[in-house]
């Protein structure tokens, strides 16, 4: 069965702090790996991943994939209190017509 | 539109009533996934629609789920005789393709009285 595994489950930092969040996944004929951000309502859509070793940046967020070891993960630099959000991780598979299957994900809150 | 659009953003409804959840892609896209969120739990895969039809319908959760797509467009999630256990946050996603990221709406939050 596929799944998404996300840790740690919850992180609370301080404003400046650099935090990375995890994600493993198995999956049935992977095409690609997501990141989103959850606020208080829509899961905003952040990064995909398809190669190996290859590394997504937006600002003092990025994102690599490791696709012998299975897993990626969420780098954010110099966090701000506006980071705060639980953080999406999903894989698709076009052997299940691309739906996603999401992890739990990390609830990361960052105080001043 | 810009972005996904979904209404009602709230729904109250008693327990064995039909409710009717909307769903607005971004335009031009032809695949559209609905899937739920309920509290505490991950988002919940329900049915992925190509254009007008519907080739995976696995994640309903019973006969009492249905969906259906019409010009392409807007897509509407009837959920009948409602329970206390459909209480959850359904979530319409929208991409150009399958292969490219699907996009959110800020979904519907219904609450089953």
């Known amino acids: 069965e596929d799944k998404v595994v996300q840790s740690p489950l919850s992180l609370v930092v301080h404003e400046g702090d650099t935090v990375t969040l995890n994600c493993s996944y198995e999956?049935?004929?992977?095409?690609?790996l997501l990141w989103y951000k959850q606020e208080k309502k829509a899961p905003t859509f952040l990064f995909m991943l398809t190669s190996s070793g290859i590394e997504k940046k937006s600002g003092r967020l990025s994102s690599i994939l490791d696709k012998k070891e299975l897993f990626s993960i969420l780098n954010i630099t110099a966090t701000q209190t506006g980071d705060s959000a639980v953080y999406l991780c999903?894989?698709?598979?076009?052997?299940?017509?691309?739906?996603?299957?999401f992890g739990t994900g990390t609830r990361l809150q960052v105080f001043p | 539109g810009a972005g996904v659009s979904q209404s009602p953003s709230n729904k109250v409804t008693e327990k064995g009533k039909d409710v009717e959840l909307r769903c607005d892609p971004i335009?031009?896209?032809?695949?559209l996934y609905w899937y739920r969120q309920s509290l505490g739990q991950g988002l919940e895969f329900l049915i992925y629609?190509?254009?007008?039809?519907?080739?995976?319908k696995s994640g309903l959760p019973s006969d009492r789920f249905s969906a259906e797509r019409t010009g392409g467009s807007v897509s509407t999630l009837t959920i009948q005789r409602t329970q206390q256990e459909d209480s959850a946050v359904y979530l319409c996603?929208?991409?150009?393709?399958?292969?490219?990221?699907?996009?959110f709406g800020d979904g519907t939050r219904l609450s089953i009285l």
């Open positions: 629609f190509q254009g007008n039809s519907a080739p995976d």
């Open positions: 999903a894989v698709g598979s076009p052997f299940n017509t691309d739906k996603l299957i």
């Open positions: 996603a929208s991409s150009s393709n399958r292969a490219q990221p699907q996009h």
């Open positions: 335009s031009g896209h032809t695949a």
């Open positions: 999956v049935t004929n992977f095409r690609s």
